[in-house]
T-cell receptor, first 113, second 114 residues
Framework: DTGVSQDPRHKITKRGQNVTFRCDPI?????LYWYRQTLGQGPEFLTY????????KSRLLSDRFSAERPKGSFSTLEIQRTEQGDSAMYLC???????????FGEGSWLTVV | ELKVEQNPLFLSMQEGKNYTIYCNYS?????LYWYRQDPGKSLESLFV?????AVKQEGRLMASLDTKARLSTLHITAAVHDLSATYFC??????????????FGKGTKLSVKP
Protein backbone atom coordinates (compact mmCIF):
# COMPACT_ATOMS: atom_id res chain seq x y z
CA ASP A 1 0.00 0.00 0.00
CA THR A 2 1.88 3.02 -1.28
CA GLY A 3 -0.69 5.66 -0.40
CA VAL A 4 -2.34 8.26 -2.60
CA SER A 5 0.13 9.58 -5.15
CA GLN A 6 -0.10 12.97 -6.86
CA ASP A 7 1.87 14.46 -9.73
CA PRO A 8 3.32 17.00 -10.16
CA ARG A 9 3.94 18.10 -6.62
CA HIS A 10 4.59 21.67 -7.64
CA LYS A 11 3.57 23.62 -10.71
CA ILE A 12 4.20 27.24 -11.58
CA THR A 13 2.28 28.48 -14.58
CA LYS A 14 1.48 31.73 -16.28
CA ARG A 15 -2.02 33.10 -16.13
CA GLY A 16 -4.10 31.81 -19.01
CA GLN A 17 -2.23 28.52 -19.39
CA ASN A 18 -3.80 25.12 -18.85
CA VAL A 19 -2.55 22.72 -16.18
CA THR A 20 -3.31 19.10 -15.44
CA PHE A 21 -2.79 17.17 -12.22
CA ARG A 22 -2.77 13.43 -11.87
CA CYS A 23 -3.83 11.34 -8.90
CA ASP A 24 -3.26 7.64 -8.31
CA PRO A 25 -5.43 6.42 -5.45
CA ILE A 26 -4.67 3.60 -3.07
CA UNK A 27 -5.10 0.32 -4.90
CA UNK A 28 -8.68 -0.99 -4.91
CA UNK A 29 -10.12 2.21 -3.47
CA UNK A 30 -13.27 2.85 -5.44
CA UNK A 31 -13.86 6.36 -4.16
CA LEU A 32 -11.66 9.23 -5.30
CA TYR A 33 -11.99 12.85 -4.20
CA TRP A 34 -10.50 16.20 -5.17
CA TYR A 35 -10.15 19.02 -2.68
CA ARG A 36 -8.53 22.44 -2.82
CA GLN A 37 -6.73 24.14 0.04
CA THR A 38 -5.49 27.70 0.26
CA LEU A 39 -3.06 28.99 2.86
CA GLY A 40 -4.50 29.18 6.34
CA GLN A 41 -7.75 27.50 5.37
CA GLY A 42 -9.20 24.05 5.57
CA PRO A 43 -9.60 22.00 2.39
CA GLU A 44 -12.68 22.60 0.24
CA PHE A 45 -14.48 19.81 -1.57
CA LEU A 46 -14.40 19.95 -5.36
CA THR A 47 -15.67 16.64 -6.68
CA TYR A 48 -15.68 12.89 -6.20
CA UNK A 49 -15.85 9.70 -8.22
CA UNK A 50 -17.27 6.31 -7.49
CA UNK A 51 -15.21 4.13 -9.82
CA UNK A 52 -15.33 5.99 -13.15
CA UNK A 53 -18.54 7.89 -12.45
CA UNK A 54 -18.33 11.49 -11.29
CA UNK A 55 -21.14 11.64 -8.76
CA UNK A 56 -20.91 15.06 -7.20
CA LYS A 57 -19.39 18.41 -8.09
CA SER A 58 -19.08 21.47 -5.92
CA ARG A 59 -20.19 24.85 -7.20
CA LEU A 60 -16.53 25.78 -6.68
CA LEU A 61 -15.77 23.69 -9.73
CA SER A 62 -16.25 26.28 -12.44
CA ASP A 63 -16.45 25.51 -16.15
CA ARG A 64 -12.68 25.91 -16.37
CA PHE A 65 -12.20 22.86 -14.18
CA SER A 66 -12.72 19.32 -15.39
CA ALA A 67 -11.98 16.04 -13.70
CA GLU A 68 -11.93 12.56 -15.13
CA ARG A 69 -11.36 9.04 -13.95
CA PRO A 70 -11.58 7.13 -17.21
CA LYS A 71 -10.97 3.58 -16.07
CA GLY A 72 -11.87 3.89 -12.43
CA SER A 73 -8.24 3.96 -11.40
CA PHE A 74 -6.20 7.16 -11.71
CA SER A 75 -7.82 10.57 -12.07
CA THR A 76 -6.87 13.86 -13.69
CA LEU A 77 -7.90 17.37 -12.79
CA GLU A 78 -7.48 19.94 -15.53
CA ILE A 79 -7.70 23.69 -15.07
CA GLN A 80 -8.07 25.70 -18.24
CA ARG A 81 -7.17 29.36 -18.63
CA THR A 82 -5.70 29.56 -15.15
CA GLU A 83 -6.27 32.62 -13.01
CA GLN A 84 -4.29 33.87 -10.04
CA GLY A 85 -7.16 32.87 -7.79
CA ASP A 86 -6.53 29.26 -8.76
CA SER A 87 -3.28 29.27 -6.81
CA ALA A 88 -3.74 26.65 -4.11
CA MET A 89 -2.85 23.13 -3.12
CA TYR A 90 -4.95 20.55 -4.89
CA LEU A 91 -5.47 17.49 -2.79
CA CYS A 92 -6.56 14.09 -3.97
CA UNK A 93 -7.98 11.54 -1.58
CA UNK A 94 -9.39 8.04 -1.77
CA UNK A 95 -11.40 5.62 0.30
CA UNK A 96 -12.38 2.00 -0.02
CA UNK A 97 -16.07 2.35 0.73
CA UNK A 98 -18.30 5.27 1.61
CA UNK A 99 -17.85 6.41 5.18
CA UNK A 100 -14.49 4.75 5.79
CA UNK A 101 -11.29 6.62 6.43
CA UNK A 102 -10.47 9.03 3.64
CA UNK A 103 -6.75 9.08 2.87
CA PHE A 104 -5.21 12.20 1.40
CA GLY A 105 -2.26 12.48 -0.94
CA GLU A 106 0.63 14.89 -0.53
CA GLY A 107 -1.05 17.46 -2.73
CA SER A 108 -0.12 19.39 -5.85
CA TRP A 109 0.85 22.99 -5.27
CA LEU A 110 -0.21 25.37 -8.05
CA THR A 111 1.14 28.88 -8.36
CA VAL A 112 -0.30 31.06 -11.10
CA VAL A 113 1.86 34.08 -11.93
CA GLU B 1 -25.27 28.20 5.66
CA LEU B 2 -23.17 25.18 6.54
CA LYS B 3 -20.56 26.03 9.13
CA VAL B 4 -17.88 24.10 10.92
CA GLU B 5 -16.30 26.17 13.63
CA GLN B 6 -13.23 25.22 15.57
CA ASN B 7 -11.93 26.90 18.64
CA PRO B 8 -9.47 27.94 19.52
CA LEU B 9 -7.82 28.68 16.17
CA PHE B 10 -4.45 29.09 17.84
CA LEU B 11 -3.28 27.22 20.89
CA SER B 12 0.05 27.52 22.61
CA MET B 13 0.53 25.10 25.43
CA GLN B 14 3.28 23.76 27.60
CA GLU B 15 4.48 20.22 27.51
CA GLY B 16 2.71 18.06 30.02
CA LYS B 17 -0.49 20.09 30.04
CA ASN B 18 -3.97 19.02 28.95
CA TYR B 19 -6.26 20.88 26.61
CA THR B 20 -9.37 20.44 24.48
CA ILE B 21 -10.13 21.62 20.96
CA TYR B 22 -13.80 22.11 20.13
CA CYS B 23 -15.56 21.59 16.84
CA ASN B 24 -19.12 22.86 16.42
CA TYR B 25 -21.09 22.30 13.26
CA SER B 26 -24.37 23.66 12.00
CA UNK B 27 -25.83 20.78 10.02
CA UNK B 28 -27.01 17.28 10.72
CA UNK B 29 -24.29 14.73 10.15
CA UNK B 30 -23.62 11.21 11.26
CA UNK B 31 -19.88 11.21 10.80
CA LEU B 32 -17.02 13.46 11.70
CA TYR B 33 -13.32 13.29 10.95
CA TRP B 34 -10.24 14.64 12.65
CA TYR B 35 -7.06 15.24 10.69
CA ARG B 36 -3.59 16.46 11.49
CA GLN B 37 -1.54 18.58 9.08
CA ASP B 38 2.13 19.48 9.43
CA PRO B 39 3.40 22.58 7.60
CA GLY B 40 3.62 22.03 3.87
CA LYS B 41 2.32 18.49 4.21
CA SER B 42 -0.89 16.68 3.50
CA LEU B 43 -3.53 15.59 5.97
CA GLU B 44 -3.07 12.61 8.23
CA SER B 45 -6.23 10.87 9.37
CA LEU B 46 -6.57 10.70 13.14
CA PHE B 47 -10.13 9.62 13.86
CA VAL B 48 -13.40 8.83 12.14
CA UNK B 49 -16.39 9.18 14.47
CA UNK B 50 -19.47 7.43 13.16
CA UNK B 51 -22.18 7.71 15.77
CA UNK B 52 -23.50 9.73 18.65
CA UNK B 53 -21.44 9.15 21.75
CA ALA B 54 -18.50 7.72 19.83
CA VAL B 55 -15.19 8.06 21.63
CA LYS B 56 -11.84 7.08 20.17
CA GLN B 57 -8.38 7.32 21.63
CA GLU B 58 -4.93 7.07 20.14
CA GLY B 59 -1.95 7.83 22.30
CA ARG B 60 -2.34 11.28 23.86
CA LEU B 61 -5.34 12.19 21.70
CA MET B 62 -8.95 11.37 22.39
CA ALA B 63 -11.90 12.40 20.23
CA SER B 64 -15.60 12.33 21.01
CA LEU B 65 -18.81 13.10 19.15
CA ASP B 66 -22.15 14.40 20.37
CA THR B 67 -24.45 14.55 17.35
CA LYS B 68 -27.32 16.03 19.32
CA ALA B 69 -25.22 18.99 20.40
CA ARG B 70 -23.44 18.98 17.01
CA LEU B 71 -20.16 19.04 18.86
CA SER B 72 -16.94 17.11 18.70
CA THR B 73 -13.95 17.48 20.95
CA LEU B 74 -10.30 16.56 20.57
CA HIS B 75 -8.66 16.21 23.96
CA ILE B 76 -4.90 16.35 24.34
CA THR B 77 -3.39 14.72 27.38
CA ALA B 78 0.10 15.55 28.65
CA ALA B 79 1.11 17.34 25.47
CA VAL B 80 4.51 16.76 23.91
CA HIS B 81 6.34 18.83 21.30
CA ASP B 82 5.68 16.24 18.57
CA LEU B 83 1.98 17.08 18.73
CA SER B 84 2.65 20.56 17.34
CA ALA B 85 0.64 20.77 14.10
CA THR B 86 -2.65 22.07 12.72
CA TYR B 87 -5.69 19.97 13.57
CA PHE B 88 -8.80 20.00 11.42
CA CYS B 89 -12.22 18.63 12.07
CA UNK B 90 -14.41 17.85 9.08
CA UNK B 91 -18.10 17.06 8.90
CA UNK B 92 -19.45 14.75 6.24
CA UNK B 93 -22.57 16.35 4.81
CA UNK B 94 -23.36 13.49 2.47
CA UNK B 95 -25.67 10.63 3.29
CA UNK B 96 -25.73 7.10 2.03
CA UNK B 97 -23.99 6.93 -1.30
CA UNK B 98 -22.82 10.51 -1.34
CA UNK B 99 -20.62 10.35 1.73
CA UNK B 100 -17.23 11.95 1.39
CA UNK B 101 -18.26 15.57 0.85
CA UNK B 102 -16.42 16.97 3.84
CA UNK B 103 -16.78 20.47 5.21
CA PHE B 104 -13.63 21.40 7.08
CA GLY B 105 -13.14 23.82 9.91
CA LYS B 106 -10.43 26.48 9.67
CA GLY B 107 -8.09 24.38 11.75
CA THR B 108 -6.49 24.78 15.16
CA LYS B 109 -2.78 25.54 15.07
CA LEU B 110 -1.25 23.88 18.08
CA SER B 111 2.18 24.78 19.38
CA VAL B 112 3.58 22.78 22.27
CA LYS B 113 6.49 24.40 24.06
CA PRO B 114 8.93 22.98 26.59
Amino acid sequence: DTGVSQDPRHKITKRGQNVTFRCDPISEHNRLYWYRQTLGQGPEFLTYFQNEAQLEKSRLLSDRFSAERPKGSFSTLEIQRTEQGDSAMYLCASSQTPGNTIYFGEGSWLTVV
Amino acid sequence: ELKVEQNPLFLSMQEGKNYTIYCNYSTTSDRLYWYRQDPGKSLESLFVLLSNGAVKQEGRLMASLDTKARLSTLHITAAVHDLSATYFCAVDIGYGGSQGNLIFGKGTKLSVKP
